[in-house]
């Protein structure tokens, strides 16, 4: 069975940081075009950061570039999102999701993906 597990969200004060955790199960993830996708209450899903698992390009949305940073360990079989200084209006349920049509093309910030995490929350708050 297919299954993307996040993990790593929590509580955090402003100007803080959080690194989330994306590790598949059931898959190898280097077959795959990788996204992080945030949604806080009442608004649309919004794409965070991306990263093709074959070749390493990465893509980020403007609202955070500059202050998070993808990266990926095969091995592991994980993908992780660095966020630094974090502001509350990042506060948001966290996804990945995986997508297999993206091995050769530019990872994509829009939720075209098949596979999907169940999500771990992140709240910024003093």
């Known amino acids: 069975q297919l299954q993307l597990v996040e993990s790593g969200g929590g509580l955090v004060q402003p100007g803080g940081s959080l690194r989330l955790s994306c590790t598949a199960s059931?898959?190898?993830?280097?077959?795959?075009?990788i996204g992080w996708f945030r949604q806080a209450p009442g608004k649309e899903r919004e794409g965070v950061s991306c990263?093709?698992?074959?070749?390493?390009?990465?893509d980020y949305a403007d609202s955070i570039k500059g202050r998070f940073t993808i990266s990926r360990d095969n091995a592991k079989n994980t993908v992780y999102l660095q966020m630094n200084s974090l502001k509350p209006e990042d506060t948001a349920v966290y996804y990945c999701?995986?997508?297999?049509?993206?091995?050769?093309?530019?990872?994509?910030?829009?939720?075209?993906?098949?596979?999907w995490g169940q999500g771990t929350q992140v709240t910024v708050s003093s």
């Open positions: 999701a995986a997508e297999p049509s993206l091995l050769f093309r530019r990872c994509v910030l829009s939720p075209e993906y098949d596979y």
């Open positions: 059931g898959f190898t993830l280097d077959y795959y075009g």
């Open positions: 990263i093709n698992m074959r070749d390493g390009s990465t």
